[in-house]
């Protein structure tokens, strides 16, 4: 081999036993709001199968990160709630969020690997960036992002009891601020979709016209729902 190739061919064989041993995990991305925690509950009721919210976890990976892993979250952790949400652009804010970035996915990967191979598990979350997500699939079925459509983000816009997350209404213009989060969000919906097109993955657009019912059989299709290794 070429100076350079064992290290290539040593990652290749890491990143290929890593999929291996996470063949039981189903993968459920997408867009903010676009009813992932749902799904997953629901195909995690019916098959038995345990649900990781990558969403409940935030706190506990903020807190096993250091500034040099995780650079873009202490930043923001240092900053007060105007500074997040009011005095930034949206496009700085998708830029800069920590979680867009993938920072803290090499935590949810480590948690998962310290649960039991059985049941099966489904992960969800904003978190599973599709150019993370891919390396780790043994099987491309495994994996299914939701794309919630402008029309649907409007109307999940207003049906909120108060501009953006009840987070803003801390914040000096909570009207400003719940602008900001809607265009962030939608940004990074959009980013997602391109980024899923070009590795070809697999997605879901979720519009209003959708029911519980009717998008739970989607995901349960597209995951072909095959729990054997």
């Not at 064989?13 to 996470?22: I, M, Q």
């Not at 816009?157 to 939608?186: C, I, K, Q, W, Y």
Request: hydrophobic share 40%; net charge neutral; aromatic share 8%.
């Amino acid at each position: 081999m070429q100076p350079g190739q064992h290290e290539q061919h040593a990652e290749a064989v890491d990143v290929a036993e890593l999929a291996a041993r996470l063949r039981h995990v189903f993968w459920l991305g997408g867009g903010p709001g676009a009813g992932k925690s749902t799904i997953a509950r629901r195909l995690a009721d019916r098959y038995g199968w345990r649900r990781y919210a990558t969403d409940d976890v935030m706190r506990d990976h903020a807190a096993r990160t250091t500034p040099e892993e995780a650079p873009f979250l202490h930043r923001f952790m240092a900053m007060d709630m105007d500074e997040r949400w009011v005095n930034r652009s949206p496009e700085v804010m998708v830029d800069t969020f920590h979680w867009f970035r993938g920072e803290g996915f090499g935590l949810i990967v480590e948690d998962l690997l310290r649960l039991p191979d059985e049941p099966c598990i489904i992960v969800e979350g904003f978190r599973l960036l599709p150019r993370l997500v891919k390396p780790l699939l043994a099987l491309p079925e495994r994996a299914v992002w939701l794309l919630p459509t402008p029309a649907f983000r409007a109307a999940a816009l207003r049906n909120r009891s108060a501009p953006g997350d009840g987070f803003v209404r801390r914040t000096s213009d909570p009207m400003r601020a719940g602008r900001h989060l809607a265009e962030r969000d939608r940004m990074f919906s959009t980013r997602l979709q391109e980024e899923t097109e070009r590795l070809r993955l697999r997605t879901i657009p979720v519009d209003t016209a959708m029911t519980e019912d009717g998008l739970t059989a989607q995901v349960a299709r597209a995951f072909r729902l095959d729990c054997r290794p």
